[in-house]
């Protein structure tokens, strides 16, 4: 299986985990008769499309590990593998179980997971997401810390 193969399965399954999360949200967010069945259906749909593409990528990684591959790129996968069953997991809790996820559990990005949640609100921006800062300044505004 040549390179190109593979990449042209990973944009489909790509594809497929998007359109079934796209659903899922869509169904959360819009309601309509039986919502809570509907909602408790699309995201199995979605956790299964998930948990599947995890076990491929899993799959592969194992593969890899006889090969010669660059230890960076082997742990980058790993770590991104390792990142959405955490995300399946949080989403499973979430909707599924209905269990409230505590803040310090929660990832509001893969490549950056140290992201903090600074403002939720409905006034623009509604959601603000990265780090805070504090920056100290003298009385001409020049930055000193």
């Not at 399965?9 to 999360?21: N, S, V, Y």
């Not at 997991?89 to 209905?98: A, H």
Request: glycine content about 6%; overall charge positive.
């Amino acid at each position: 299986m040549g390179a190109g193969h593979a990449c042209r399965k990973f944009k489909a399954w790509r594809r497929q985990l998007q359109a079934c999360e796209r659903a899922a949200s869509q169904i959360v967010h819009r309601g309509g008769p039986n919502k809570e069945a509907r909602v408790k259906a699309a995201v199995r749909a979605y956790l299964a499309v998930g948990r599947e593409l995890s076990a491929k990528v899993r799959e592969g990684l194992l593969g890899l590990c006889g090969q010669t591959v660059c230890a960076s790129r082997w742990e980058r996968l790993a770590y991104f593998q390792a990142m959405l069953d955490k995300h399946l997991d949080l989403v499973e809790r979430r909707l599924l179980n209905e269990e409230p996820i505590p803040a310090h559990a929660k990832v509001f990005s893969p490549f950056e997971p140290h992201t903090e949640w600074i403002q939720k609100g409905k006034q623009r921006p509604n959601v603000e997401l990265g780090h805070r800062l504090l920056v100290a300044t003298d009385q001409h505004q020049l930055i000193q810390d």
